[in-house]
């Protein structure tokens, strides 16, 4: 597409002092100053969070312009969890009609204020009523599908434990992650359940944060920085609410057809991927995602989180910033901040984290428990 | 634009039996079939709503798809009361990108199980915490922007009455409407104040609904109608949260700013314009718009309200649906609600309240106490 990320800001993932305005304020403000450039000259801004009974604030886009101090076209986007990717969506679009030029995007949410139980409460209003009367939450709806993958893949909870040893250590490197503490697969092992087959240590946390990339017309990108990343695919696909309604409990239909749309736009295949960033709100949704984004085949998901090729020095890093996991999972942001990653990435401006050698890379962001997925694709210009 | 309406969905407003989804299949499914089309070849779906605490639900793009039994590729869209505007410039920003064809717009709220007190405190999350944390509600901050218009204009509670007499003559002819009464000016200046001076009859209520129009490239419209509609121009600005931020308290800058944009969008000028849906949450809403609209000068709206003007057979109409006020006002239907109305009228097909002779209509659907606005201009093909 026509379309380049030109520069990104994130605040801290985790407990943070601001307010939810505050966390739009310091991630667009770092994004704007990254491109040399002020609000005043963006023509759209895109805004994504979940929801607004973590800050009872809704309108954000006006909260985001007293906040800015200037006026502009801004609007809220929102899937569940893929509020984010669905907002760089949006932002590609408004460029693509030609009536915009140059768009900044911005995730958010302010969860840390919320007692866990509600916002255990306020989260599970993204599946269906059904499934929450009858007493599902989304630990339990996710331990569904892993149960279903160890019965038909032989997967077990050392494979998921691998999963989020790898993104704690990765976090490591990352100053704005959540937790920066290793942990080991037998720390994993020995944690209290949640939901079984899932751990406290399978489990994302609840986060405050924000994160912002600011996106142009491909022909103005280097008028802001001399690193363009250019926005490759994307694919985006809306399927049942319901984790009842699905023919299959180790499958996600949203990310396989995301997937090939993005892969499509791009000219791309899986093995052409040098890293990804995917959601792993839990353990199991990683390893559910990288076998329908086509990285390796179905059921064979526990093979490449166990063998170091999803690793950081290995031949497909998957997480590289930490995760949802170690880097924390502010709803509305998690999406943008994969792309944060993703871009920072390919600018070689990634730290200690910096993956050598890759010119592309994969956002993979679901909504529910699998209801709605985004996938983006961007290459290094 | 190269951007037609083809065909509207709209349900009952008021308090309805159906659930959010149900309401969201019933209008989507009238505006397919209208168009003799399927959702499955629709390629996107935008949906608008304000708030997931009136029925604990979020992720409305998963559960349209369960209630449509097939997937897409569905966003919701909110900035408050203005959801369902911007929902309608997003599926044309969609068409405009070159990526999709038809796009199907559904805007829902379901407020009528809340009680009013929560509803009332779910609502002011559309303003600043400031004021709301002062005591403000949304009846009061119009309440306020009355009071001062009063002063500098010598507008009088009178004609405020007479915009609520107006649309609550014209609902008398929408079966779908909310409120099917007649009232008079008496009836309105002996009512009960809510905040002074609007009373119970300058207030739109609490409602349930959702409303729904299909769109596609302009080439392709004949496929689905005899009577396309054509989206000739859009204006949306985002403008300060809180009232107390705006130099002026009788003006809405961000009404002023969309539609300067959509005139010029257009070719149009407000003289051109045959009628108008504008925004009437509260009746002295509807007189500030239509200044700011340039369909009078600033203060001479309380002339146009009492003169005739906008009657349903006057020079200009307002509101001949009924407006917020009579027709009803689920936040996030009202956007797309307005549309459908234009739709209906410039397809000759509004019944006993169709306006003859006119070619061109506009809608401006207004979020928070003016803090953002989207103006939308469309013309019989």
Known sequence: MDVDIVSTGHTPFGKCSEDIGGLMLNACNEALENANTGASDVDAIYISNFSSSFSN????????????????EITRVESACAAGGLAVKEAALAILSGLY????????????????????????????????????TFPSLFALMAQRHFHEYGTMEEHLASVAVKNHKNALNNSLAQFQKEISVEKVMNSRYIASPLKIFD???????????????????????????????????TDYI?????????????????AKKAYSMSGLSPGDIGFAEVHDCFTIAELVEIEDLGFCKKGEGKNIVTDGTTE???????????GLKAKGHPIGATGVSQVVEVVK??????GKRTISGVDTG????????????????????
Request: hydrophobic share 35%; with cysteine; charged share 20%.
């Open 203 to 237: 489990c994302s946390p609840l986060s405050d944060g924000a994160s912002a990339v600011l996106m142009c017309r491909k022909e103005l990108s280097r008028k802001y920085t001399d690193a363009p990343v250019n926005f490759a695919g994307m694919g985006h696909y």
């Open 101 to 136: 030029d140059k768009v900044l995007v911005c995730g958010v949410e302010k969860m840390s204020e919320t007692p866990t139980d509600k916002a255990t409460e306020i989260i599970a209003r993204a599946s269906d009523q059904e499934e929450i009367n009858h007493g599902a």
């Open 362 to 381: 994969l956002c993979c962001n679901i909504g529910g428990s699998g209801s709605s997925a985004v996938v983006s694709i961007f290459r290094r210009e």
């Open 57 to 72: 604030q809704c309108q954000l886009p006006g909260l985001l312009t007293s906040k800015l101090g200037v006026g502009n």
């Open 312 to 322: 950081i020095d290995g031949s497909l890093p998957i997480n590289p910033s930490g």
């Open 242 to 258: 319901g984790l009842y309604e699905r023919k299959s409990l180790t499958e996600m239909p949203a990310v396989a057809r995301a």
């Open 345 to 350: 990435q390919l600018q070689g401006d990634a």
